[in-house]
């Protein structure tokens, strides 16, 4: 390349920040991201690009280089938590009930950053750079399954993805040659028995006592019924039932969580989930029904292209700085465009105890080190560089 890219990102460094910061300032929710793509098509138009909507709200780019070659993909997902932003800074939402909570605002930033670099270089490049700008990351099923049936990934060889990480320290990034994160798995579960009084219990079929049951059976599962080698985590979140303190109620509700990374173990927790129901509503008269809803599929990094990106990541932050990370129990849609092609999902860290940048993903003053900004862009250039040489 003519100019170095390292140069190059530090010469647009203050754009990306100041990208990030428009973002937080008006983030929008799921589906809703309609004011963010309009930001995103001038941002790009301006780069001498063309931009098109994709998937409602998304928006894809198409940077061509001087020679034919491979099509590298760049994802990032644009949309916001309805949480109201408490951070105390000037970029602070300005949306009530919506906030940047979970970094996207630096993944829109991150693209657009990368974007100038290549844009700036297009002419050197052998193939093509394809930017995804995806909506409804947050909300189930996510906006990658639209992002692909409208032409996302036609002709992509090799796609890779970054999110901004709060556990990790800013200088880092972390990475896995295999199973990255998780099947977000959700699960219903509704006791019917019979209400009544609560000095006559014995009249009553009581489904929060019945509930209570099931959610201490319901945590022997990943212990007793899943191999220890397998990677499961079962939750409860919630646990309705009643109004008042004299009152059995006739309805109890129980919603929880699964996380696996093998169809086989969704499977037998789910059997055993209903195994568990089944026979502690039956001992206690009370009736149940169980909602199953099946998330993303896991993310599951491709070992070669993870290797592209790890080097990338050792050149921008040396090779300590790189982490090999075990697989986190969350989600993510990302998922879906690695069933299609070879795939990547990196950790770029953002988190800074000396400068209050502590608290994690979702929560009201979830904030940044905007160091981390740059790296993320140097690693997703460089690496994406590499993948078009693959």
Not at 4 to 15: A, D, S, T
Not at 73 to 81: E, F, G, K, P, T
Not at 304 to 324: D, M, P, R, S
């Amino acid at each position: 390349m003519n100019q170095p890219i390292h140069e190059l990102v530090q010469h647009g460094h203050n754009y990306v920040v100041a990208m990030r910061r428009h973002f937080r300032s008006f983030p929008e929710l799921s589906g809703q991201e309609y004011e963010t793509q309009k930001k995103i098509i001038s941002e790009l138009t301006a780069m001498g690009l063309e931009p098109r909507s994709i998937a409602g709200t998304g928006v894809l780019a198409e940077i061509t280089g001087g020679k034919a070659g491979r099509t590298v993909a760049i994802r990032a997902d644009i949309d916001a938590l309805p949480i109201q932003d408490e951070i105390e800074q000037p970029y602070c939402s300005q949306n009530a009930g919506c906030c940047h909570a979970c970094g996207h605002d630096g993944h829109i930033a991150m693209l657009l950053g990368s974007a100038k670099v290549f844009s700036s270089i297009k002419d050197e490049l052998t193939g093509n750079i394809r930017l995804l700008f995806q909506p409804s990351e947050e909300s189930f099923p996510g906006g990658a399954i639209a992002m692909i049936d409208e032409g996302a990934l036609a002709k992509v060889d090799a796609i890779i993805g970054a999110h901004l990480w709060q556990p990790l320290a800013v200088g880092t990034m972390g990475i896995t040659y295999g199973p990255m994160m998780a099947s977000p798995d959700q699960f219903t579960i509704t006791i019917k028995g019979r209400g009544g009084h609560g000095s006559m219990p014995h009249q009553t079929i009581d489904p929060l006592y019945v509930g209570a049951q099931i959610v201490l059976a319901l945590k022997t599962i990943t212990g007793n019924q899943v191999n220890a080698k397998e990677l499961a985590v079962l939750s409860i979140g919630m646990f309705k039932a009643g109004d008042a303190f004299n009152i059995i109620p006739d309805t109890a509700i129980l919603r929880g969580t699964v996380r696996t990374f093998a169809q086989n173990i969704r499977e037998i927790i789910f059997a055993n989930i209903d195994r568990i129901c089944n026979g502690i509503c039956a001992a206690a008269g009370a009736a149940y029904t169980l909602e199953s809803l099946y998330g993303f599929p896991p993310v599951i990094n491709n070992p070669q292209v993870a290797q592209v990106v790890a080097t990338a990541g050792e050149k921008v932050l040396g090779k300590t700085a790189v982490i090999e990370l075990s697989p986190a129990m969350v989600g993510e849609d990302f998922a879906y465009y690695q069933q299609q092609v070879p795939g990547c999902f990196m950790f770029i860290g953002v988190g800074n105890e000396a400068k209050g940048v502590v608290y994690p993903h979702h929560h009201p003053k979830f904030d940044m080190d905007e160091r981390a900004l740059s790296h993320g862009v140097e690693v997703m250039v460089n690496s994406a560089l590499h993948l078009l040489k693959a």
